[in-house]
């Protein structure tokens, strides 16, 4: 049998880490991996456990008409995002999985090339090793010379460095993409946590970006982050209907489907946007915090306007201030795990309980 050439699992580095942080009289405050902590909300579990969890059947895989219009009502609602048919939304078993395997889904493999941020979540490169295409790291858009590049990778708000893609950014890759027949897949699961980004970031199918025309356009949304579902497993794609609808076939001959409590689920957390916009304060209080208890500490904070993390420095090498920290109590994630221009960085993620933020930045205050 062969073995599939993947990296190690990064988080797994961190095992040494992790046992000075615990070993910490004031105990760990974990702060290296973005897995909620809050509650999940009350009409988000009674849906769960509602008439669907009594259904005997396989669910669909394209998931219900109202669930799908339900979705394009909140993208609009939420994101500004007008004109999506709801045929062209696909629920998906959380957003990861399509990261990982997108590229082999749209039938991507040796010869091609996928071209993932400088600074990524490290499931985009798995992603095109599953596939067995090439990758390529860059945000200018000319590393990929005379490579097929089939897909291109967006992220804003990104994971790691919360940085926000001006419009104009992302109109670039979008036409620099559709010259050249590939395929743009905007990593979203961050949109709805818009921090205080001034303009709130864009979806690349808002028409400020894409001209009201999803042709060659994916957007990737997942509800762990805005709505605490991240042990529900689940989240959608939409855009392109002559792409979605290619995904849909395949994921039908393959089994990928969200089980049917897990959309009714999904369908009442697309359908409310007071719980999201809760978290989202929580996390944006817990930011400040952070930041300013960081910054007490010497950190520089770099981008950090959106999303789930702030990205941080000492000037020195990542897992020197890994280190550091960790004698401190808390664990956070090394930049080298996004890439090699984050090795003078680390991310510091803002889910922990308000108890365990409040800990660390008293801990901060006193180096």
Avoid at 104 to 116: A, F, N
Wanted: aromatic content about 4%; hydrophobic content about 45%.
């Amino acid at each position: 049998m062969t073995r599939l050439d993947l990296p190690d699992f990064p988080w797994d580095s961190l095992a040494p880490a992790r046992e000075r942080a615990t070993a910490h009289p004031g105990g760990i405050v974990d702060l290296s991996v973005g897995t909620p902590v809050d509650a999940v909300p009350e009409l988000l579990r009674d849906a769960l456990a509602g008439p669907a969890a009594l259904e005997p059947g396989y669910p669909t895989t394209h998931g219900p008409a109202p669930l799908r219009e339900a979705i394009v009502a909140s993208l609009q609602r939420r994101f500004g995002v007008a004109g999506i048919d709801p045929v062209a939304v696909l629920p998906t078993i959380g957003s990861k999985e399509l990261v990982a395997w997108l590229p082999t889904l749209l039938g991507l493999g040796s010869g091609d090339t996928v071209v993932i941020p400088e600074l990524a979540y490290p499931t985009y490169e798995v992603g095109a090793r599953l596939a067995g295409a090439a990758y390529i790291r860059s945000d200018g858009l000319t590393a990929a010379g005379p490579a097929r590049v089939g897909l291109v990778w967006l992220n804003s708000p990104s994971n790691p460095t919360g940085r926000v893609l001006p419009v104009e950014h992302l109109r670039k890759v979008v036409a620099w993409a559709r010259e050249r027949g590939a395929v743009v897949a905007s990593d979203e699961c961050y949109l709805g946590l818009p921090g205080d980004a001034d303009p709130a970031p864009r979806s690349v199918l808002h028409p400020d970006v894409s001209d009201g025309d999803p042709t060659g356009l994916l957007a990737v949304h997942s509800l762990s982050k805005v709505s605490n579902l991240a042990g529900y497993r689940t989240g959608f794609v939409t855009g392109d209907p002559a792409l979605v609808a290619g995904l849909l076939e395949v994921r039908k001959h393959a089994g990928m489907i969200v089980p049917r409590p897990v959309q009714a689920a999904l369908q009442a957390a697309v359908s409310d946007d007071v719980h999201v916009a809760e978290q989202a304060a929580r996390y944006d209080a817990r930011r400040e915090r952070l930041r300013a208890g960081l910054e007490k500490a010497g950190l520089r904070i770099e981008h950090s306007q959106a999303g789930l993390y702030l990205w941080a420095s000492e000037g020195e090498q990542c897992r020197t201030t890994v280190d550091r920290l960790a004698d401190l109590g808390i664990l956070v994630a090394p930049g080298e795990f996004y890439g090699p221009a984050g090795a003078r960085h680390v991310r510091v993620a803002l889910t922990a309980a308000d108890e365990r933020i409040d800990a660390a930045v008293e801990r901060l205050g006193g180096t």
